[in-house]
């Protein structure tokens, strides 16, 4: 007990290997829903569209204002008893549907803070040479929005890879789940947890790797 | 630039999406689909990604018998009967004690374990011979189990400060952060000669425990509940139930 057992946590690393594909799998798929959705929801925010801005407020005010975990349960717990047909929902795909709705609330709002930050010139300027409105936003807002939004984008997606950690609550082993289930086996408790933190510390930092290239290259253009 | 990370990181996401939906379909003719915690040595836990455990043999050889395929479906003990109230599970080989409470909401089988719930100290720890000792102390146990009932049962319960755990009740004692665990005697026992954990039994267990398996009450349910009994009864005549116990608790702990 008193002395680490290196033996153990390098048997333990092929094993965890095997749960990481899901692991980053649901994130990515988690990630990529998240941006559609948030970048839906980031228009209805701008623009004020009518009614749906409301249930986007709504909706915002909800997803962030709840744990991830209790909407987990919510979902797959919970509705089940109500609507029976959403049983089928499988432990992986309710956690997909729990980090999409949970991280593109937060998403949203930082999405709508990156376009509204454009300088308001910039689009006075790209109207009055005849620019249309589709042309602005592709052209002129959105290149420059996504400069300021990436780092906070980044974040949440580094954020929801460690939220994946929950769905062993809904019955999904992935790295988290395995590692407890390892550590229950043998009760090395502190090899188990150790080994799976430095899994997750190394995706984080093969991601912030990939974050620093690309905000280097959205900056060339700022570049003196 | 934008449009390319979307389209990427969509790609990639719909890729995963599709082979996540993929894997997770599989359709054999019956199968029984049984929920356990993977973490509570020496009934079910993993070792190198193998499932493993007296559970897992019992409900191998239940559907063995039975003629039809076994699923394990492994969550957090405190998910497991969210999974069957959800119709995701068919019933949960954990260990689950009879109470009163579940024996009003599920059809149970016939006990195939009996038990007793035990006291766990930190090793040297001699303030706690007995429960009425545990007046004042802190004392940990599993979330949802039923050591959490008959804990607050006790007259003098609210002079125990309860603390309600998912997992490494073991660990918390062993480090001092709570004065005992309760758990059943038969898998603490395992626990102390098995694992390098300064853990010693205190006093007599406390009361009797008799685990069964829980189904939905449903007719459908029901109905799949009496196959399982059918085969529990046919594995006790035989003599193989005793024979699983046997080989992992060096006991026979299926009968009373």
Request: contains cysteine.
């Amino acid at each position: 007990m008193s002395v680490l057992d290196l033996d153990y946590m390098l048997g333990l690393v092929p094993v965890l290997l095997r749960y990481l594909p899901l692991t980053l799998q649901m994130a990515a798929a988690g990630m990529a829903l998240a941006l559609v959705l948030a970048c839906g929801l980031a228009v209805i925010r701008v623009l004020r569209i009518p009614g749906l801005n409301a249930a986007t407020l709504l909706f915002i005010s909800f997803f962030r204002g709840t744990p991830l975990l209790v909407q987990l349960f919510l979902f797959y717990y919970g509705l089940p008893q109500l609507l029976a047909f959403l049983t089928q929902i499988n432990g992986i795909t309710a956690t997909i549907m729990g980090l999409t709705l949970h991280f593109s609330a937060y998403m949203a709002e930082s999405i709508r803070a990156a376009i509204v930050g454009v300088d308001r010139s910039q689009t006075e300027a790209a109207l009055s040479i005849g620019m249309t409105n589709g042309q602005l936003m592709r052209r002129i807002v959105l290149p420059q929005a996504t400069r300021v939004a990436v780092p906070t984008l980044m974040n949440y997606f580094i954020d929801m890879i460690k939220a994946t950690s929950l769905a062993f609550t809904l019955g999904v082993t992935e790295l988290m789940g395995a590692t407890q289930k390892e550590a229950a086996g043998s009760f090395l408790y502190f090899e188990a947890f150790i080994t799976v933190a430095l899994f997750y510390w190394i995706i984080v930092e093969l991601l912030a790797w990939f974050q620093r290239r690309l905000e280097t290259r959205l900056n060339e253009a700022y570049r003196r | 630039m934008l449009k390319r990370i979307v389209l990427t990181t969509l790609a990639a996401g719909i890729v995963s999406a599709a082979g996540l939906a993929q894997a997770d379909d599989e359709t054999i003719d019956e199968t029984i689909k049984v929920g356990m915690s993977g973490g509570y040595f020496p009934f079910t836990f993993v070792e190198q990604d193998k499932l493993q455990g007296f559970e897992v043999d019992v409900m191998e050889a239940v559907a063995e018998e039975m003629g039809v395929e076994v699923e394990f479906i492994t969550a957090n003990f405190s998910g497991l009967f969210g999974m069957l109230e959800s119709g995701r599970i068919d019933t949960i080989a954990n260990q689950i004690t009879i109470t009163e409470e579940r024996a009003a909401k599920y059809a149970f089988t016939e006990p195939y374990v009996y038990d007793g719930a035990q006291v766990v100290v930190k090793e040297g720890n001699d303030t706690i011979q007995s429960i009425e000792d545990l007046k004042g102390k802190t004392v940990a146990v599993n979330l949802g189990s039923n050591y959490e009932a008959l804990l607050r049962e006790l007259p003098y319960a609210d002079e125990i400060d309860i603390r309600t755990y998912e997992s490494n009740i073991e660990q918390d004692t062993a480090l001092g952060r709570v004065d005992a665990f309760v758990m059943d005697r038969v898998s603490a026992s395992q626990v102390i000669k098995e694992k390098p954990m300064p853990l010693a039994l205190a006093g007599k267990p406390f009361s009797q425990i008799r685990n069964a398996l829980p189904f939905r009450d449903t007719d459908e349910d029901r109905a799949l509940r009496d196959r399982v009994d059918e085969a529990l009864t046919t594995l006790r005549e035989s003599g193989e139930l005793r024979t699983i116990s046997e080989a992992w608790f060096a006991t026979d702990i299926t009968s009373p």
